[in-house]
């Protein structure tokens, strides 16, 4: 097996919500790496989480019409979002990818649509 990084196996359990790593070495179990862990290691201010979900996400990503249509409160790593988006499919990416921002645990979506 390969070596993985810290920031590959934080992608990883955030990406696939995968909660437990096993720690290998020489081939031996060795310790266990939880979702904890990971998110304790790469704690970030809520601002710079809240920044990067508007940037990257809401922007650059998304391509939303309208970001300022959508509001992210974060409190301790906790994402709130609420607001509309164009269409189902907008409101579940946005979603997805707030959940891969490094520092999110936790994702509350109540985001609304055009039905259509």
């Not at 990883?12 to 290691?41: F, H, Q, W, Y």
């Not at 391509?63 to 409101?91: F, M, N, Q």
Request: charged share 25%; hydrophobic share 45%.
């Amino acid at each position: 097996g390969g070596r993985t990084s810290l920031a590959e196996a934080a992608r990883l359990m955030l990406g696939e919500s995968v909660n437990r790593l096993p720690v290998t070495e020489d081939g031996k179990l060795v310790g266990i790496i939880t979702r904890a862990d990971v998110v304790a290691a790469f704690a970030r201010p809520d601002e710079a989480i809240a920044g990067e979900i508007h940037e990257d996400v809401l922007q650059h990503v998304m391509w939303l019409s309208d970001p300022a249509a959508v509001t992210v409160r974060v409190d301790g790593g906790k994402v709130t979002l609420r607001g509309t988006v164009d269409s189902r499919s907008d409101a579940e990416l946005v979603r997805t990818f707030t959940a891969r921002v490094p520092g999110v645990v936790e994702v509350d979506s109540s985001l609304t649509f055009p039905d259509g």
